[in-house]
């Protein structure tokens, strides 16, 4: 009564009917990823360059905080005591 039913489960799918699409990407060299760069929609450019702005920023900014601020601990401290603690809760 539902034998077709049954045997639908097994039918490949439209999808898996269709050849496999060949890679947009595959062994393509600089100018002609360059060539491509022309179909970004031009709505995204803005997008784009405030993005690359707040990344340059953020790294700018770091970047001159971790250059400056004599505060920052770049390197552990009291090592011997870190040790002596280590080797006591060991034991």
């Known amino acids: 009564m539902y034998a077709t039913r049954a045997l639908q489960a ?3 799918t439209v999808r898996m009917m269709r050849p496999v699409p060949n890679e947009e990407q595959a062994a393509h060299t600089v ?3 360059l060539r491509r760069l022309r179909k970004i929609p031009a709505e995204l450019i803005p997008l784009g360059v405030v993005v690359g702005f707040a990344v340059c920023a953020a790294g700018y900014s770091s970047l001159r905080h971790f250059m400056t601020d004599k505060t ?3 390197k552990r401290q009291n090592v011997a005591a870190q040790k002596q603690h280590e080797s006591s809760e060991h034991h």
């Open 10 to 12: 097994f039918r490949p």
């Open 31 to 33: 100018s002609q990823r």
């Open 72 to 74: 920052i601990r770049l």
